[in-house]
């Protein structure tokens, strides 16, 4: 008796996991397609058009932005193992030079905006509340493929990398801070992130 007990809880287990994979996978991308919307949205906005009000639109792309990205958790990831020779507050610090920095860097990606559309081809569960979207951003004939992995964290879909033409951010980040921390400290590297962000920003 107690081993058909065992059997039928497996059973449903083995039913119930892709449901609840599903709901996962949809939840994610309902909260990446929301976010994405309001931020084409405001870049399509006719008012900022030719750099005008340049301020207030960067101000609403940034809030919609720290939205949806867990910068925290993005850095986190490219420092690992070295992330826990950093103070709570440098953690902080270094996930907010880390967001300044990614702002700046693509920051003349979105002045070039000029009404591309982002279509969603498919999502994966990586492992428990953790999922990717697979996305085509689409101008004219050429499409960009672009991935978000997400995760859930506080009730809360957010990213933590993303995926570009089969470059991960984390990754990518990760093989320049392996080499910086071996000699230096983390205050080293959170001045390295500002001071690479200010030099993005005076070049845009």
Same mark, same amino acid.
């Given at each position: 008796m107690?081993? #058909?007990?065992?059997? *039928? ?14 709901? &996962? ?5 309902? +909260? ?7 931020? #084409? ?10 750099? +005008?009000? !340049? ?7 940034r ?14 990831? /490219? ?5 826990? &020779?950093?103070?709570?507050?440098q @953690?902080?610090? +270094?996930? @907010? /030079? ?8 693509? !920051? ?13 081809t498919?999502?994966? &569960?990586?492992?428990?509340? @953790?999922v ?8 004219? +004939? @050429?499409? #960009? ?7 859930l ?8 990398d *993303?995926?570009?033409?089969? *470059?991960? #951010? *984390? ?10 921390? $071996? ?5 080293? $590297?959170?001045? $390295?992130?500002?001071?690479?962000? /200010?030099?993005q920003?005076?070049?845009?």
């Amino acid at each position: 008796m107690r081993m #058909l007990c065992t059997a *039928v809880v497996l059973f449903l287990c083995l039913c119930l996991t892709p449901c609840a994979f599903a709901a &996962q996978t949809d939840d994610a991308e309902s +909260a990446l397609r929301n976010s994405i919307d309001q931020i #084409l949205s405001i870049l399509g906005d006719s008012s900022y058009k030719g750099g +005008a009000n !340049r301020q207030e639109r960067d101000s609403k792309l940034r809030t919609h932005i720290n939205e949806i990205f867990d910068f925290k958790a993005l850095t986190a990831r /490219a420092l690992g193992v070295h992330w826990k &020779q950093f103070s709570p507050q440098q @953690q902080n610090e +270094a996930s @907010q /030079a880390m967001s300044e920095l990614l702002e700046a860097t693509y !920051r003349d990606s979105l002045d070039k905006y000029d009404n591309q559309r982002v279509e969603y081809t498919d999502a994966t &569960q990586l492992r428990d509340n @953790q999922v990717e979207i697979r996305t085509l951003v689409v101008s004219n +004939a @050429q499409k #960009l493929p672009i991935n978000y992995r997400m995760e859930l964290t506080n009730g809360a879909w957010r990213i933590y990398d *993303v995926v570009i033409e089969g *470059v991960s #951010l *984390v990754q990518n980040y990760r093989s320049q801070f392996q080499d910086f921390m $071996l000699n230096k400290t983390p205050e080293e $590297l959170i001045t $390295l992130l500002k001071d690479k962000a /200010a030099k993005q920003r005076s070049n845009s």
